[in-house]
């Protein structure tokens, strides 16, 4: 049984189509990378899947349960967890306390909880900053903490939404070998990148959107050559990179 499967999942905006009667299935332990231009509806796929908007049509099943419709905390309890594409961690709290909101979903005593944050920003590389503020944090640490918030809640199946942009090439470096990790872990993960240096090597499978639709589902090698996939994302420069090298 597939770990997520989503069927015909529609959704509309008034008559704005931002997703239009998507399949997909991800299966245990893979990582699956999800790419195309802005505005192609990868984001709004995130939120259908998370609770944050209900679809106007279509299902999502996870661990084959029925969860479409479902609150954000009720999926989250499932055992889905999420990064945003715009950082949002609770800047007036500490590290520490922004961990410990997360695993409080698993642990509700208190000492219980604070003890597995701890743990987790010991595995996340961000122990030694626990006691400062989040809105102090540079804007690498503040994903490290988002995702250390979403790992506290120890989930099975992890969406990160573009949780590389506007980092440099080594806090992308560390971000990747942080990604590695989680999948030797087993944790599912779906990446929503523009960094194709990052998506193609991690990635085991590519989705490709262009105006709310599924165009391409395939490995990263045949993505990069796929003349649709090129002529909606990649482009002619990506092609000519490719042959370079």
């Known amino acids: 049984m597939p770990l997520l499967e989503i069927e015909g999942l529609t959704k509309q905006f008034g008559g704005l189509t931002a997703n239009h009667n998507i399949h997909l299935q991800v299966e245990e332990g893979e990582i699956l990378g999800l790419i195309g231009p802005n505005g192609a509806g990868k984001t709004t796929l995130f939120n259908c899947i998370t609770g944050f908007y209900p679809p106007t049509r279509g299902r999502v099943r996870f661990q084959g349960r029925d969860i479409t419709g479902w609150p954000p905390e009720r999926v989250c309890q499932a055992g889905i967890a999420r990064t945003f594409q715009i950082v949002r ?12 909101v997360g695993a409080f979903l698993r642990y509700p005593r208190v000492e219980e909880a604070r003890r597995h944050a701890l743990q987790i920003l010991e595995f996340s590389g961000l122990i030694d900053r626990r006691h400062e503020l ?7 640490n503040k994903k490290r903490l988002e995702l250390a918030r979403a790992l506290a809640t120890k989930p099975r199946l992890l969406f990160l939404d573009e949780a590389m942009a506007g980092l440099n090439p080594s806090e992308i470096n560390d971000a990747v070998a942080m990604v590695r990790k989680l999948s030797e872990q087993g944790i599912t993960m779906i990446l929503v990148e523009h960094v194709m240096k990052v998506i193609m090597p991690l990635a ?8 709310g639709e599924l165009i391409a589902d395939d490995t990263p090698e045949n993505i990069a050559t796929n003349p649709r996939v090129i002529e909606a994302y990649l482009g002619e ?5 490719r042959a370079i090298h």
Do not use: P
């Open 89 to 100: 961690v609770l800047r007036e709290m500490t590290v520490l306390e922004n961990v410990m």
């Open 237 to 241: 420069k990506y092609r000519a990179t």
């Open 204 to 211: 085991e499978r590519v989705v490709v959107l262009d105006s």
């Open 134 to 140: 989040a809105r102090n944090l540079t804007i690498a």
